[in-house]
Nanobody
Framework: QVQLVESGGGLVQAGGSLRLSCAASASGRTFSTYTMAWFRQAPGKEREFVAGISWSGGSTYYADSVKGRFTISRDNAKNTVYLQMNSLKPEDTAVYYC?????????????????WGQGTQVTVSS
């Protein structure tokens, strides 16, 4: 069982930066054995994959729309995963969700992840 709590969302102007954090509390299976990912969902749209990171942090994967602007990282000692978002655009506006999956691979489909946070709002103004 994993509980995830996101923080760091807010309102920022286009071109600005935000850093999201996701604090995890795991029981039975350690945080370091979960693949972690960030998804986002804009109003009226489906939830979409943004970035993912493997157990050790050695492998990362990004959606094309954020590649080169966003960076995912994790600190297994702190049970936390981060999403550094730079050069933000209005189209990045969404609720951002942290997710944990038991697969050893970074997967992009929503159903591949077993645990979800409550989400944090990111709004980018033009």
């Amino acid at each position: 069982q994993v509980q995830l709590v996101e923080s760091g969302g807010g309102l920022v102007q286009a071109g600005g930066s935000l850093r999201l954090s996701c604090a995890a509390s795991a029981s039975g299976r350690t945080f370091s054995t979960y693949t972690m990912a960030w998804f986002r969902q804009a109003p009226g749209k489906e939830r979409e994959f943004v970035a993912g990171i493997s157990w050790s942090g050695g492998s990362t994967y990004y959606a094309d729309s954020v590649k080169g602007r966003f960076t995912i990282s994790r600190d297994n000692a702190k049970n936390t995963v981060y999403l550094q978002m730079n050069s933000l655009k209005p189209e990045d506006t969404a609720v951002y969700y942290c997710a944990a999956g038991r697969s050893m691979y970074v997967l992009t489909r929503v159903y591949r992840y077993d645990y979800w946070g409550q989400g944090t709002q990111v709004t980018v103004s033009s």
